[in-house]
């Protein structure tokens, strides 16, 4: 059988060295794949944007980044990027990093320590330029400013010790922009000093990055180019990897169904199931709005959610139950299964659960000849519609009757982000660090925090998980604000499903994260064997 049926400990261990003596890296080629749906935007840092960093992560580089060929990210696989290296002071409160010198930006002028400052200037909502979205501002509460000393050193001074603070800066979407160019024009034409140029973008048909040949890492990268054809079917999709028309697929976009055509089809195609990078699926629920402003109500919803049946359902038993933090062992933070259980609403009797959720619904007025009629609100990707589906029969066990409505990704956030919907599905990122989930979802009146929940108690648990080095005892807090956002029925998250990723054998140097979606895509070093 293929690696996609490895077991799950020999997935995680697994790790593709680039520097293995038995490679023989080659120059040139177009890697060529789809996305599965089109951004809004070019613009990584212009929020929220999935998609955007996903295809134009090989753009940029940050001060620091997650070793790329390690399956699991942590604080122990940060290395080096634009920065060197990085120190701390005494007390955990500042943070120094030198940097690179000869860096060039894609159009020629010279990196210095300004633009990091005018990066997180721009985060903090400092500068006089303007994100039209800036989730990010709510990773960096904690951070008073960013200082230089010369040309080619920043530092970064906490309000208080954070020691994850590293796996802020390391993500994905912590990029470094150029001083020198607005923010409205890095939506439509990116500048960055990353390993490929941007070339173009044209909604709906395909985005085009090309080789920086002046890129600051010798030898890299190996591709001449990369291109993601929008496919928004995932049958089409697959059958353009299958016919040999792309190389690969879009990472962690293949359902069970889907990786056994593949499998049958294109026996030599390399194929590995993985976490969908430690993204959760759960349910959405408008607190604002009557009669869901009712906790009683938000409750009996919690408690009609049958999770084992979305795992055997959508992707036939490749999944895991979870709160807010992905599951060990592929998260890091995620409550153990015997404490789980004991949450409201994660008792294994379905049946006495949706009892109870029955009893409630009936108090408030409703049953079966008064059933509640609802519309059940996503985004317009397999893995948002089809537990949608999934939810809307499970709730009708609960006298509520859901009509689904199917946003495309180009307003879906802006629209929840303005609340306009009663009651939705939605998948978030769960890790890799408890400090980029749950400030960024969690805290009282982050732009992220669609739902518009709000707990005094839950923030003073955020900030002291945030300012704890000790691993054991922020497992404590961290289980303490699990087990209170389940109890104000926060979000219920529902499960953790797997997909699968597809590659040519000739394709070289991929590694897939077991914890993290967004930050394996730099693809300076994969390589084309052909």
Sequence with gaps: MKRFLLSYTAVLLLTLVPGNPSWAQKHGGILKLYSWDSPPSVSILDGPNPIGQRTIAPVFNNLVMFDQH??????????????????????????????????????????????????????????????????????????????????????????????AFLMLLADGFSVIYPCHVPAAQMRQHPIGTGPFKFVEFKPNEHIKLARNPDYWKTGLPYLDGIEFTIIKNM?????????????????????????????????????EMAPWGGVNTHLLVNRSKPP????????????SLDRQAF?????????????????????????????????????PDVQKNRAEARQ????????????????????????????????????????IDGELEVIDTTVYYPKIQRKDFTVGLNNQTSGPDPDRTLQLFYQCGANLNWDGYCSPEVDKLIEQQSIEADEGRRKQLLWAIEKKLAEDGARPII??????????????????????????????DIWLDR
């Excluded at 210095?112 to 005018?118: G, I, L, N, S």
């Excluded at 010369?150 to 020691?163: I, M, R, S």
């Excluded at 797997?498 to 979606?517: D, E, H």
Aim: aromatic share 10%; with cysteine; net charge neutral.
């Design 292 to 303: 869901f402003d009712n906790v009683d109500l938000r409750r009996a919803m919690a408690l």
């Design 70 to 163: 390690a399956k699991q990210n942590s604080l122990n696989s940060i290395v080096p990027d634009l920065a060197t290296g990085w120190t701390w002071n005494e007390d955990g409160t500042a943070v120094t990093f030198p940097l690179r010198q000869g860096v060039k930006w894609h159009d020629g002028k010279p990196f210095t320590a300004k633009d990091v400052h005018c990066t997180w200037d721009l985060l903090l909502e400092k500068s006089s330029d303007r994100l039209r979205g800036n989730p990010l501002k709510f990773w960096y509460l904690n951070l008073e400013q960013v200082t230089t000393n010369g040309d080619y050193e920043v530092t970064f001074h906490l309000k208080q010790p954070q020691p």
């Design 495 to 524: 499960f953790y499903t797997r997909m699968a990723t597809c590659w040519q054998p000739y394709v070289k140097g991929l590694t897939i994260m077991v914890n993290s979606l967004f930050n394996g895509n730099r693809m300076e």
């Design 235 to 271: 049958s089409t999709a697959t059958l353009a990897f299958i016919s040999g028309r792309l190389d690969m697929t879009f990472p962690y976009t293949l359902s069970v169904p889907l990786l056994r055509d593949v499998s049958s089809q294109l026996p030599q195609a390399v194929c």
């Design 311 to 347: 795992i055997d359902i959508l992707s036939e038993g490749q999944g895991g139950i979870g709160g807010v933090l992905q599951p060990q062992p592929f998260g890091l933070w995620g409550m153990p299964p015997d404490m789980l259980q004991n949450l409201p609403g994660y008792d």
């Design 360 to 399: 409630i619904i009936e108090k408030l007025g409703y049953g079966p000849d008064k059933r509640l009629k609802i519309k059940v609100s996503t985004r317009d990707l397999p893995t948002f519609r089809d537990p949608a589906v999934l939810l809307i029969d499970q709730l009708k066990e609960v006298y």
